[in-house]
Every structure is written in structure tokens, then in C-alpha cells.
């Protein structure tokens, strides 16, 4: 029962985007991705996500390939959240949100569908921002508006056990204030806990650190390393993913490593 | 329907319509009257309504599926096209000598949709880079489609000498002035159901403004959508120019003037700008006809006195749509 990517490369003629990438996510579990800037997460979630084939390996859920699932069906086992937050029109975040539901209600919403909406604005704070035009709003707000509508997606109005939901997210924090940040951290992680598989491109590692079960660690299209935040964060292998000096040490409050990059070059 | 050439009265335009379900003589009016008003006046305003309804409705699935209020088929070329393929479709039914009956009005929407799908394969073509369509590329494709398929159809009038090719100003500024009931029926039968498919996707139409990859997140077979739109959008154009020609800006000016009033679900807009578009254009016709009475204008001078300055506002005061 869970989310894989076995043996992905995409290769677009010289150039290696994706080389022989494994990533399994189960239910219940937070899986972060990181890695430098071109390193090729946002690629392998658009592969995960069914938009590009792949040149060679093969994408998984429940050990159907994706290509095997009809779109509807799929559609309501695993949600994405894109980078690309633009919508057009003037449409409100209320209206933006509901649209996670297309799946469930094949396009008439119920009173469910609104029910699940208002939860999941709440839970990310913005049911204060629900009637506003979603064009309006600042870049965090559409984050979080996105983040709702991604949830919503794969929620139930009552948890039913049994199907598996899985969550494949792309910087769903980046934009947003440290407040936020853990908001939407600590409803993802609440999610995870309700039974559904994450996946979510991460650049901050410390939030990896703090809400994520494993991270796996991406450079120049190749998985360096993955397994628990203890792991995969150490000094000398931030160092070289990301090209610059870095300082992990254990939270002064809490049990998970934090990490500092470029520390001052005097420290001893 | 009273307003022309030949001046009815409404009480005389109500008496004539009684007296055609055999209540007589409720007022006093003239054969003439009678025959202009059944023959010419009432085909002439449901085709108005049709043809309205056709171009709204198919600005509502363009823009919806360009994600654009800059969209308009008859701005883009698909117009263009269609009359193309109208003006070749009557020049065909003219040699067949079916051009005064059935066959020969369906093989014209038939030839004006040919040509309309093939415009808006080439706008597609033009305009949409790796899923998303760069709005300034489409108008800047369409100038340039426009301008061909006006040549071209101007040729064709040119090469057919037959007066049912009409001129080229019919085609590219549109009238109402040869309507006669068959248009009205197959109109009918090709708008209306076409305007209830629209309203049927509107919700895909929705999800599409997340954008395609997103839509194709939601369950959606976006490629299908596509396909789909783009044959409903053509074939409400090529209706409308086999009717009356290109009138232009009503498939612009009506979605948005209709949005904020009904808010942006492409259902509800779907549905509301088919009505307005249908009201919009008997009150132009109305005034195209009698502005300079006996003479006719041609109706798209009106429609574009009202939608050049319309589309000149909406980009003054929405710069962003042409940044995306």
C-alpha cells in the first residue's frame, strides 16, 4: 500500500534530469525532499504526479502502475500541490479551494464539499480570506489557499479506513511566515497521521527536520542520501549537496538536529 | 419588430400575430405588413437572438479554455476562417443548386466549421507553448489570420460571381438583411444544444483556470477537454458566420460584462451570456436598421463601436491578463 518510484531517470537528450531515482512513500508517513536548486525535485513530482513519463523506470501506487488507474480514480487518491499558483479569472479562495473537490462531486458540490472546504481553510488560516478574489491575495495567502484545496482533495467528510490518500506537495511552505510555516507543517503532519502518505519538496531543512519521518536528499538528478532527519543531516553531507559551509547541532529544546548554513567563518 | 423600412405598429404586430393562429382582425393592417413581418421580421430577430446567443457562448468556452478574457474567435482568426469556409460552402451549393434549401445551409455550416476547427488548430498551434497559451501571441496570430482569410474570401466572392456569395463586406462585418426561416432552424437545432454542452463542462472549464497540469490533477482528460472546446467553440462560430457573417466583439464584450454580475462558475456564465448575447444583438440589429432607415449599416459597425473601446479598456485596466 504505498507510493513508488522505482528506478526513474528522465534523460532529455545529453542532459540527465532524473538518474535512477527510488522513492517510496507510505501512508502515515512524511517523506521530505531536498536538495539544491535544479537538483531535480520539482522533475521527479512531476513525474510522481503522472504529467511526464518517465524514460525509464515506473511510478506506482498500491503496485498498479499510474498509467493503470483511471483519472478520476487516481485524482481522488493523490492530490498535488504545484508551484504554479496562478488562476484565472476572478474566481474567490473559496471557490479555488472547493475546486479539490472536482473529483468527488464530479462537478456539483455538496453540502460535504463545503463542509470539508471550511474546515481546510480554517486549518490554514484563512477563512477570513474565503470570500476575498484569490487574485487578490499575497503570495502567502495563495499558498495557503492552494495547500487547502490539495488537502481537501484526498479528505473525507468522516476518516474512512481502508483506502489509502496520498499528498505530493512542492514547496508548500516557501512563501509563507514562520507562523504559518508551522501551520500548515503541523496540519500536514496531522494529515499524515490520519492515515495519508506525504510527499513534499522541502527547502527549509529545519522544517524537514522538525515534521518529516525521512528526507531524501537530492543532487544533480540522484538520490545522495535518504533515511530519518538524524541521517540525512549531517554537516559533511549538506556540505557537499549544497556548496556551502554548514553547522548541525542538536535543538536546544527538542530531539531533532537543526541545521545552520554558512556559520561565520571565524568559528573555530 | 415593428421598426424598418415599412413601419408596423405593435398593435399591428400583435394583430398580425393572432391572425396567423386565425383570430381576425383585431386591428387593421395591410398584406404587406403581414408578409414583411412573418417572412422577414420574425426570422430576421430570432436569428439575431441565435446568432447573439452563438457568439457569446462562444467567447465563454475561448476564453474559458485560453484562460483569457482577451478572447474572441472572431478577433483570432476562427471567424475569419469560418467565413472563408462559408463563402466556399455557398459557392459549392450554388453549382449543386441546392443553395435555396436545406442541404445547401447545412453543407455551408458544414464547410465554415472545417474551416473554423482548422483556424483554431493554428492559433492553438501558435499560441500554446508546453500547456500554457501566451495571450499576446494568440491576438498577434489572429491580426495575422484575419487579414489572410479576409483576402482569401475576397477572392473567392471575386472568383464565384454569383450574387448568393453576397460581398465581402457581409462576411467580414456581418447583417442580418438575408435571413430567411431556414437559417433560424438550423440554427436552433445547432445553438441551443450546443449552449447546454457548454454549460455541462463548466465545471472542467473552472478547474482549467488552476491551469492544464493542475485540471489533469483533478481527474480531468485535459487533451479531450481541449479538443472538445475548441470543436464547440468552432461550431457556434461557424453557425454565426454562416447566419450573418463575422460580427465581431460580441463574444469579447459579453462574458465579461456578465461575470461580475453572476460571479465566475463558466456553468452560470455559459447560460447568462448566451441570453445577454441574444438580447445584445436584436437591440444592435435594431439599431443597424434603423439608424440611417431606409439604408441598412451593417450590424458589426455597431458591435464594434461598442467592443473596440470595451477591449481597449480591458487592457488598459488589466495589463496583468497579457503578462501571464
Known sequence: MTYAAIGLSIRIGEATLLDDISVEVQPGEIVAVAGPNGAGKTTLISVLAGDRPPTSGAVTLEKRALADWSRVELARRRSVMSTDRAVAFAFTAQEVALMGRMPLHGGDPGDVDHEVIGEMLEAVDCSHLADRVYATLSTGERQRVQLARAIAQVTDAEETAGTERFLLLDEPTSSLDPAHQHTAMRLIRRMADAGRGVLAVLHDLNLASAYADRVVLMGDGRVVESGTPSEVLRADLLESVFDIPMLVIPHPLLSHPLVVAEPHQDAP | ?324
Open chain 2, 1 to 324: 419588430m415593428g421598426i424598418g423600412a415599412v413601419t408596423i405598429s405593435p398593435a399591428e404586430v400583435l394583430a398580425i400575430l393572432v391572425g396567423q393562429i386565425g383570430i381576425d382582425q383585431i386591428d387593421e393592417y395591410s398584406d404587406r405588413q403581414e408578409t414583411v413581418l412573418t417572412a422577414i421580421r420574425i426570422p430576421r430577430v430570432l436569428a439575431t437572438a441565435l446568432v447573439g446567443a452563438a457568439w457569446a457562448s462562444a467567447g465563454v468556452a475561448m476564453q474559458g479554455l485560453y484562460r483569457t478574457p482577451l478572447a474572441d474567435p472572431a478577433l483570432v482568426g476562427i471567424g475569419g476562417g469560418a467565413a472563408l469556409g462559408a463563402a466556399l460552402g455557398t459557392a459549392a451549393a450554388v453549382s449543386l443548386g441546392i443553395v435555396a434549401q436545406y442541404a445547401g445551409t447545412v453543407l455551408v455550416v458544414a464547410a465554415a466549421f472545417v474551416a473554423a476547427l482548422i483556424a483554431a488548430a493554428i492559433v492553438y498551434r501558435v499560441a500554446a507553448s508546453s500547456g500554457r497559451v501566451v495571450v499576446a501571441t494568440m491576438l498577434l496570430a489572429g491580426i495575422a489570420l484575419t487579414a489572410f482569410f479576409a483576402a482569401v474570401t475576397a477572392l473567392v466572392v471575386a472568383a464565384g460571381r454569383t450574387p448568393e456569395l453576397g460581398s465581402v463586406a457581409f462576411w467580414t462585418l456581418g447583417s442580418f438583411a438575408g435571413i430567411v426561416g431556414r437559417d433560424v432552424v438550423v440554427g436552433a437545432l445547432v445553438v441551443i444544444p450546443l449552449i447546454v454542452v457548454l454549460a455541462r463542462l463548466g465545471p472542467r472549464l473552472d478547474a482549467l483556470a488552476l491551469g492544464e497540469s493542475e485540471a489533469g490533477h483533478l481527474g480531468i482528460d485535459v487533451r479531450r477537454l481541449t479538443l472538445v472546446i475548441s470543436a464547440v467553440f468552432a461550431l457556434l462560430t461557424a453557425v454565426a458566420v454562416a447566419t450573418a457573417g463575422v460580427i465581431a466583439f460580441v463574444a469579447l464584450m459579453v462574458p465579461s460584462l456578465i461575470r461580475p454580475w453572476v460571479g465566475q462558475s463558466h456553468r452560470v456564465v455559459a447560460i447568462g451570456s448566451a441570453l445577454l448575447g441574444a438580447t445584445l444583438l436584436v437591440i444592435a440589429d435594431v439599431l443597424a436598421r434603423s439608424l440611417f432607415s431606409p439604408t441598412e449599416l451593417s450590424i458589426g459597425i455597431i458591435t464594434t463601436l461598442l467592443g473596440a473601446p470595451f477591449f481597449l479598456w480591458l487592457l488598459l485596466h488589466e495589463r496583468g491578463l497579457l503578462a501571464r
